[in-house]
Each structure stands twice: as C-alpha cells, then as structure tokens.
C-alpha cells in the first residue's frame, strides 16, 4: 500500500514539474519612447512665412491709363536702408540664385543681338536663359590654360559664386495714372542683380517681377531693427522701403543719364543733378493732378 502511495506521488510530482516547465516566459512591455518638442526659441513659437499669402496688384484697363512714364532705378546695398538685402543669413542674391538653380524662376538675358549687333542693358525680357546660363552669368567664367606637357587647351570652369559681388540692383518701373481708381502710383516691372564688370556696373540677367514676387512673399527680411518682424521681400520692394536714384527715363535715344550728359566720370555730380530733376517731375505732375 505504502508504495502504491510513493508511485502516485511520484506520479503527480512530475506531472506539477512538466507543467511548470511548459508555462511560457513572461515577455517584458515594451518601453515607450517619448517625442520630445522641440523647445521654443523665444517668449513665444515664430510663425513661418511659408504660409505668406501674395497680395496681387491692382487690375489695371489699359483704356484706363492716362499717363504713363518709364523709370529705370539703382538700388545700391552699400546704402545703410538697403543693406538689409545683403545680410548674411538672408541675401536677395541667394534667394533669386537658388531659385534659378531649382527652376523656379527664370532669368532673362541682359544682352539681345540685333542684326550682328550686341546691344547692352537690354531688358525686354524677349531672350530666356537656362539655369545654367544663367548661373555662368552670376558666377563668371575662367578661360582655360594650356597643360604643361601636352600643351592642350582645359575647358573653362565656372568661378566661385561671391555674393559680395553684387552690391547693386537696377529696377525697372512704370509710373501710372489709373483714372477709374484715381491713383498715380508706381509698378515694378523687371528686377536685375549688378556686378561689377571691366569696371562698369552691369546687370547679369533681369527677372520678371510679376514672376518672383510669389517667391519673395515666403521669404522673410532681415530687420536688424526689429526680431518681431515680418516683412518680406516683396513688402520691402512694394512698400517702396529701399532708398535708389534714378539712371535712366525714356527717350528717344533709349540712353541713360551717364549717356546723355556725354559724361565720363561715374562720380560726377551732374549725373545725381539730373535724376533729382526726373524725380522732380514725376512728383509736380503728381501734385497738378489735385486740387486743394
């Protein structure tokens, strides 16, 4: 009887371990990993100018207008207003250049040929440049030198892109009369960044300004005067916020005032005379218009 009894509660033993062995291992939960937000930068989070939103111009009826001038301007960033156009995290240059690398923007010749004959400043927007292009344009070319040994000729490579260059901007505008809204005010037509070239300021490409000023709204300017800022480029252009004198006005020569004058010397102060005396004009005619 008593090993009836041990067989049995041997029996049952083994059944308890097989069991206990059979039971799977606990598996651990895993661990949660925790998104951290990035911190703010400031008392409050910056809004991006991504978002903007391009206030387009005015629709204007040709039948509408009933004076109309033609405006050619420089803007020069060496000037305390307009050097925020060339601060170091936020250049007009960069943005236009990688624009123009990414296609987003097209640039146009400065430079049109008539008849075999190369004429200068030409800003019609009649000749489109590629990317490439214009980039060359911006950038400059060096010609290639002969190898040592095989005295073969290298092909010519792009130079450094130095934004520094471009320390000038040439503005094209028209001035309108919209009798149906009763306002005299001015339209930018063409932007063109300038460089320094065989000694004579020259603009490298024009830029249709209809075209970039979607672009120009989402990039915001610098203003060392004010972190709360959020004016754009476009506000900056539109808002008429940048200092400029006038170097050109139509006539019948299509010649700027350099020209006109038959002077030599960029420096000389009849050329500064002469577009007071254009700006003149355009703010008498404005003043005839009302009466008080």
Do not use: H
Request: charged share 30%; hydrophobic share 40%; net charge neutral.
């Amino acid at each position: 009887m008593k090993n009836i009894l041990s067989i049995a509660l041997l029996l049952l033993l083994g059944i308890g371990a097989s069991a206990q062995d059979s039971i799977p291992p606990a598996v651990k939960p895993l661990k949660k990993t925790k998104i951290k937000t990035p911190p703010k930068d400031g008392f409050s989070a910056r809004k991006d100018v991504d978002s903007a939103v391009m206030v387009p111009y005015a629709d204007v009826r040709e039948e509408d207008v009933y004076y109309s001038k033609r405006i050619w301007r420089e803007i020069d960033l060496r000037d305390t207003i307009n050097s925020v156009l060339r601060a170091e995290n936020a250049r007009l240059i960069d943005v236009l250049m990688e624009a123009i690398t990414n296609e987003e923007l097209t640039a146009y010749s400065s430079k049109d040929t008539v008849a075999g004959k190369i004429l200068e400043d030409n800003d019609s927007f009649k000749i489109a440049l590629t990317a490439q292009e214009a980039l060359q344009n911006m950038r400059g070319v060096t010609e290639g030198t002969p190898d040592a040994t095989t005295g073969k000729i290298a092909e010519p490579s792009l130079k450094k892109f130095r934004p520094d260059e471009f320390l000038k901007f040439r503005i094209k505008e028209d001035w309108i009369l919209d009798t149906k809204r009763s306002i005299f005010e001015p339209r930018i037509v063409g932007l063109a960044p300038m460089k320094m070239v065989e000694g004579n300021w020259q603009p490298v490409f024009w830029i249709y300004y209809d075209d970039a000023r979607e672009l120009l709204t989402k990039k915001k300017l610098m203003n060392p005067a004010n972190d709360a800022s959020v004016l754009t480029f476009d506000d900056f252009f539109v808002r008429r916020l940048f200092a400029s004198y006038i170097v050109k006005e139509t006539n019948p020569g299509n010649k700027n005032i350099t020209d006109m004058l038959g002077l030599t010397d960029p420096k000389d102060p009849r050329k500064l005379y002469e577009s007071e005396k254009i700006k003149k004009s355009i703010a008498d005619f404005e003043q005839s218009l009302w009466e008080y």
